[in-house]
């Protein structure tokens, strides 16, 4: 069964099989694949019939230098604006793709086909296109959104273990942040029954998208109530600068639990609800220890892209299916952090 939901005016996200509708969805143009050796590697009939630009894969990978190596691959093959670019990998293909296809000769049209869980529930919605600089997530980049995303729940069967667990972070976030029939869901299912179950797994993945639609509809370059998509990525993003240890999701996961003990401190989340969610994240395989100590956490969020000044725009959750975005000083979140 395929879903289509429409985040934005001109951007559409389908849910189903990749091969049978990415030939409706292409237009009649030049099209140019960016896909990772991953994706060579597993799904290879995708990139059947198509010129493609491999790039390699890893956080390490996605900068400006790789940005600039696809520049001058696409000067070579001749590519101009009226081409079509289409990124085919997980997140840090999506987000390359989407960076490079905003910025070539101005802009170039382009789409996706997710083929993580991350990127199926996060990375490669909502039109956020960028790369890393200096060991700091995301910090140049763009906000266009992509023509499609086909996010085929089919394609996850050969994700790793690890990486099929980091997508399931970004779906709990979406449960806590807007949707408590999602995370009671996850509640009632062990990992192994979304690893293996297509029919639950494509359940879960459409509620997320329809939270992160419904959210990024309403405020696209995250002026306000997108910012409640960050919940546990201050913290992560921070992990991710200062420890290769953990993969986004991992990161996330702790972010999130950490994010919540704040929260209860502050008074707008109950205990009981911040043990759920730590109980939730535990029973998925996420460990909720820090790799480093908070105060070198809050030390290089202080550097946060979403930082103003000497504050910046925290999420709270206040309940399973709500959060709040509340300005906090840098320096309120080091001493909260230091009691948890």
Not at 28 to 48: F, G, M, Q
Not at 277 to 292: D, M, N, V, W
């Amino acid at each position: 069964m395929t879903h289509t939901l429409k985040v934005a005016e001109c951007s559409d996200i389908h849910i189903g099989r990749a091969e049978e509708l990415l030939p409706a969805l292409l237009p009649d143009c030049r099209v140019i694949v960016i896909t990772d050796a991953n994706i060579d590697r597993r799904h290879h009939s995708l990139l059947k019939g198509f010129e493609y630009v491999m790039i390699g894969t890893g956080e390490s990978i996605k900068t400006l230098h790789t940005v600039e190596t696809i520049y001058h691959r696409f000067i070579e093959l001749g590519i101009d604006r009226s081409c079509f670019v289409l990124g085919i990998g997980g997140g840090i293909v999506t987000d390359i793709a989407g960076f490079v296809a905003s910025t070539y000769m101005r802009g170039l049209r382009f789409g996706f086909i997710s083929t993580t869980l991350l990127g199926q529930v996060d990375a490669s919605l909502g039109g956020k296109n960028g790369v890393n600089l200096d060991g700091y997530k995301n910090m140049v980049g763009t906000f266009n959104q992509p023509h499609f995303v086909i996010c085929d729940p089919t394609l996850l069967d050969t994700l790793p273990e690890r990486e099929f667990r980091a997508g399931l972070a970004e779906v709990i976030k979406a449960g806590i942040i807007a949707e408590n029939a999602l995370f009671e869901q996850l509640e009632h299912n062990t990992f192994e029954e979304l690893r293996t179950n297509h029919k639950l797994l494509g359940e879960i993945i459409l509620a997320a998208v329809k939270v992160k639609a419904d959210i990024v509809g309403r405020d696209e370059r995250e002026s306000g109530e997108r910012r409640k998509l960050n919940l546990g990525h201050t913290f992560a993003h921070a992990i991710e600068k200062l420890s290769s240890e953990m993969n986004h999701g991992e990161a996330v996961a702790v972010g999130i639990a950490l994010s919540a003990r704040l929260a209860v401190r502050l008074g707008v989340l109950s205990t009981e609800d911040a043990e759920r969610i730590e109980r939730l994240l535990l029973a998925l395989g996420f460990s909720l220890t820090p790799p480093l100590p908070i105060k070198r956490l809050v030390s290089a969020i202080s550097k946060d892209k979403k930082s103003d000044g000497d504050a910046l725009h925290f999420v709270l959750p206040t309940g399973i299916g709500s959060c709040e975005v509340r300005r906090m000083a840098i320096s309120e979140i080091a001493k909260l952090a230091e009691e948890i």
